[in-house]
């Protein structure tokens, strides 16, 4: 599987992994880049990088993301590639209120299956394509300080599962991108030192590698893109013994929020 030539959208594509993503596809010799975000002179400043659209569109609402897929499919014809990447943290635990719970759960759930709703169809008819969600480690295992982006991934990864499931018989190739810390916006001001500080013990990976790990990911065609390769043996863990696997979080957290990382 390989972006050359290919149309490619890139939601979240001003900062961070996003527009890691969209160096990384231009590299690649991707045929159109359309860099879609909230932050219009990011979103234009890669775009002008990478000769590609910039799109300014609001993943949270489902009327901007139908625009987004309208345009690239007017303008290249089709969209090969949608990475439904944009994405937030909110650090907290019940008691965080309902608007950020809300909030949290447009961005980080239902903008997903907006775009899955606005470009799988065409997809469909063309033949293929494939569906990246950024979703996290997080979506996995859990995070550490924040229920919200906890519950919003896991859903983001159970989405993409039933993706797989529905559409790979018609030639849609579905992933679920799944890092743990990566040096971006996020982790540096993006709202809970303790959250972060527990995905970071395992090392902060600077985007660009995580862009490798995603094109080596498109290669190897399966389902689950890991940049931090530990994450698949922390998810078998869970898998084979829970309760074990729960007590080692619980001690993990203790460390954590002890520390004040
Ligand atoms: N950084 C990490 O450690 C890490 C780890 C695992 C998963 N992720 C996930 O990766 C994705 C990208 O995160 P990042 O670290 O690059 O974050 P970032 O904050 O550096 O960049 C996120 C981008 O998304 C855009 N965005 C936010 N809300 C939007 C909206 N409503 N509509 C359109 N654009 C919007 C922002 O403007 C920004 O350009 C997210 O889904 C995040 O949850 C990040």
New binding site residues.
């Given amino acids: 599987m390989e972006v050359r030539g290919k149309v490619v959208v890139v939601?979240?594509?001003?900062?961070?992994?996003?527009?890691?993503l969209c160096r990384r596809f231009a590299l690649e010799g991707a045929r159109a880049i359309v860099v879609?975000?909230?932050?219009e002179a990011?979103?234009k400043a890669v775009a002008e990088e990478v000769q590609g659209q910039a799109v300014i569109?609001?993943?949270?609402?489902e009327g901007?993301i139908v625009r987004l897929v309208r345009f690239a499919e007017e303008t290249f014809g089709a969209v090969d590639y949608f990475c439904s990447?944009?994405?937030?943290?909110i650090t907290g635990g019940v008691e965080v209120a309902d608007r950020d719970w809300n909030r949290i759960w447009?961005?980080?759930v239902l903008?997903h299956i907006y775009a899955a709703r606005a470009v799988i169809p065409g997809m469909i008819q063309r033949g293929g394509g494939v569906f990246m969600i950024?979703?996290?480690?997080?979506g996995l295992l859990s995070q550490i300080g924040s229920a919200p982006?906890s519950v919003t991934?896991h859903a983001?990864v159970g989405l993409a599962e039933n993706m797989d499931i529905t559409y790979a018989e018609q030639g849609i190739k579905v992933f679920a991108?799944?890092?743990?810390?990566?040096?971006?916006?996020?982790?540096?001001?993006?709202g809970g030192v303790a959250a972060?500080g527990v995905?970071?013990v395992d090392g902060?990976?600077p985007?660009e590698q995580l862009a490798d790990a995603v094109i080596e990911g498109f290669k190897r065609e399966e389902f689950l893109i890991l940049p931090h390769p530990e994450v698949l043996t922390f998810f078998q863990r869970k898998a084979n013994d829970y309760e074990r696997w729960l007590r080692g979080m619980r001690r993990l957290r203790d460390k954590v929020m002890s520390s004040g990382a």
């Fill in positions: 939601t979240g594509g001003a900062l961070g992994i996003g527009r890691a879609a975000d909230i932050h990011g979103a569109c609001d993943v949270r609402r901007d990447n944009a994405g937030i943290l447009e961005t980080n903008s950024t979703a996290s480690a997080a982006y991934k983001a991108l799944c890092p743990q810390a990566v040096s971006t916006e996020m982790t540096r001001n993006g972060v995905a970071a902060m990976m985007p």
